[in-house]
């Protein structure tokens, strides 16, 4: 059960936390759930395979693996916002500013980028 202690650890320094989303972050999340499902180093889920399915399936997306596999073209969300204007919007300031203002959504989401600037 250690060894795969060490494996979670490992898989962790591979995932980074997302500062910007503190409290939604997946990153973040992973880390939690491992603090629990080894608290004191010990393993509380006893099926060993079980685990080793997580790792693998957790290992994956941290690798990339299926983004890899399938590569996108066009590198454009269904909304047509690049990857890092979507970043912005699901950031934890702008869904702030978005709950506090009695604008629409798009006149917010501009006026944040071009404060961004």
Not at 22 to 27: A, K, T, V
Request: positive net charge; aromatic residues 12%; hydrophobic residues 35%.
């Amino acid at each position: 059960m250690a060894n795969s202690y060490r494996n979670f650890l490992k898989l962790l320094e591979h995932w980074p936390v997302d500062t910007t989303k503190l409290g939604r972050d997946f990153g973040q999340h992973i880390r939690e759930q491992v603090k629990v499902a080894f608290k004191g180093g010990e393993l509380k889920i006893v099926d060993e395979a079980e685990c080793n399915r997580i790792h693998a399936s957790l290992k994956r997306l941290a690798n990339n693996h299926y983004g890899q596999m399938f590569v996108r073209e066009n590198k454009v969300s269904s909304t047509g916002l690049s990857a890092e204007e979507c970043g912005a919007i699901l950031s934890n300031e702008f869904l702030e500013e978005l709950s506090t203002s009695e604008r629409g959504f798009f006149s917010k989401y501009f006026s944040f980028k071009n404060r961004d600037k």
